[in-house]
């Protein structure tokens, strides 16, 4: 059973920036796939990143050039970087194992962290 722990939320105004974490257990952490989605207060929860094991990346048009998702198999722990933060970024965001489908739905995933809170202020 894998297990996701993600840390590095908070308030930042608008314009900054913040790292988020996510750590994983299970021993095949090198082979997943795993991605970053988000919900804000009253929205469906949304894909944002997805870094895939040999390496690629993908990205919701709302985050390219400012996100960057990253991944240190060493440390079984996969990151977020958010820079250029907007108050429309505001959010739970989760970690969550992709395996299979189409990874832009949330479905796509059955593994999920608790989730932590990201607020951007204007």
């Known amino acids: 059973q894998v297990q996701l722990v993600e840390s590095g939320g908070g308030l930042v105004q608008a314009g900054g920036s913040l790292r988020l974490s996510c750590a994983a257990s299970g021993r095949t952490f090198s082979g997943s796939h795993m991605g970053w989605l988000r919900q804000a207060s009253g929205k469906e929860r949304e894909f944002v990143s997805i870094?895939?094991?040999?390496?690629?990346?993908a990205y919701a048009d709302s985050v390219k050039g400012r996100f960057t998702i990253s991944r240190d198999n060493a440390k079984n722990t996969v990151y977020l970087q958010m820079n250029s933060l907007k108050p429309e970024d505001t959010a739970v965001y989760y970690c969550?194992?992709?395996?299979?489908?189409?990874?832009?739905?949330?479905?796509?995933?059955?593994?999920w962290g608790q989730g932590t809170q990201v607020t951007v202020s204007s």
């Open positions: 969550a194992a992709y395996y299979s489908g189409n990874y832009y739905l949330p479905r796509s995933y059955d593994h």
């Open positions: 870094t895939w094991s040999g390496g690629n990346t």
